[in-house]
C-alpha cells in the first residue's frame, strides 16, 4: 500500500475511532445522573463557557452548529439557569454568555462523574497516553480548523 493508501487508512481509522469515541462520551455522560439533565449539545455549551465567558460566535466558531441553533442551545440553559448573559463591553451587539453558580456546579458534578469512572479504568489505561492522545487530537482539529479558513 502506497503512502496514499496509507493515509487514506488512517483518516478512515480516525473518522471511526472519533464517532465512537464521541458516542461512548455521550452514553457514559447521559448515564450519569448529573448529565442525564442534559443534552450533549446543552453539555458542550457548557464546557466551552467553563473556560471563561464567550460570545455567541465564539462558541459557534467551536462547535458544528448554525449560530441559530447555538442560540437555541444557549437560551435552554438560560430557562435552566446554567447561564447568563453580560454586556460585552468591546461590542455592543454581541453578548458575553457566562457560567452561574449553577452552571458552574453542574459542570464540576459531571466532571466528578466522569473522573469516577476514569479511576474505575486506572489500571487498563496509562495517564500520559491520554495527555498524548488528548494532545494529538487537538493538533489535528486545529490543523483541521486552519484549512476550513
Known amino acids: 500500500m502506497g503512502a496514499n493508501g496509507r493515509e487514506k487508512q488512517a483518516f478512515d481509522l480516525l473518522i471511526e475511532e472519533t464517532v465512537a469515541m464521541y458516542h461512548c462520551f ?13 443534552s450533549t449539545n446543552e453539555l458542550g455549551v457548557l ?12 462558541i459557534v ?24 448573559r453580560l454586556e460585552n ?14 452552571g458552574e456546579n453542574q459542570m464540576n458534578q459531571v466532571r466528578q462523574e ?6 474505575r479504568m486506572r489500571n487498563n489505561v496509562n495517564i500520559e497516553q491520554v495527555f498524548e492522545l488528548a494532545y494529538s487530537l487537538r493538533n489535528f482539529r ?4 486552519r484549512i476550513k479558513e
Open 89 to 102: 463591553p468591546k461590542h455592543k451587539r454581541s453578548f458575553l454568555i457566562k457560567l452561574t453558580e449553577d
Open 114 to 119: 466522569g473522573y469516577h469512572t476514569l479511576e
Open 26 to 38: 455521550k452514553t457514559m455522560v447521559e448515564d450519569t445522573h448529573t448529565g442525564s439533565a442534559l
Open 47 to 58: 464546557l466551552c463557557l467553563s473556560n471563561g465567558p464567550q460570545t455567541i460566535p465564539q
Open 142 to 145: 486545529k490543523n483541521l480548523e
Open 61 to 84: 466558531k467551536r462547535s458544528p452548529f448554525s449560530r441559530q441553533y447555538v442560540q437555541k442551545v444557549v437560551q435552554q440553559l438560560k430557562d435552566k439557569a446554567f447561564i447568563q
